[in-house]
């Protein structure tokens, strides 16, 4: 059995990982395309700390926190659809060359695969950008299934991903185990009896990922 699963002991057969904050840490083009967009549309500029906080439930969700400078707007901006493309496009014009893998990502993917283990990606990023940025840091081909903030009519923290990964690779939910950073991952697969690792480091919105109460929770994969 393989340290990480020595760990919390257990041995699935699928293993589900969050992509932005559990992967790849990717908060430093977020931030530069969130600046990008306040700039054009002469909004006060967010915070580091904010986009920190305000990231995991997909970009137009994101660009809805920034227009109105807080965790929960309380109502659609009428500049939403201008201000989101704007984000869009600067997000892919920086080609997320300030992003890296954390350490020991590829390790632990390199042995998941080379011990039959299934795995996936399921993130709230768009699909426009999801596989394309696994391709770009040589990590795509380790993934059997790969689903974005679009690929169904809901996403984390809705269980439907999650429950779609099972069905596709025809495992028993509880033989599978998300791994994510925030309280989306988290309650998504609470939400559906899939057992859940939480990984600290990421961004959960200002808070110990263990407040969400997974199962078990590593500092670091």
Known sequence: MMPLFDKIGFEPKLVLFDLDGTLLDSLPD???????????LNINAPSLTHVEQWVGNGAAVLVQRILANQFQPSSVDPRFDHALQLYMDAYHQLGNRQSHLYGGVEALLSELHQKGISQGVVTNKPNRFTEPLLSQFGILHYFDLVYSGDSFTEKKPHPMPLLMAAQQIGVSLEECLMVGDSSNDINAAKACGMPCLGVRGGYNHGRDVAECEPDWVIDSL
Request: charged letters at 10%; hydrophobic letters at 55%; glycine letters at 0%.
């Open 30 to 40: 977020l931030y530069s395309a969130s600046l990008s967009m306040a700039d054009v």
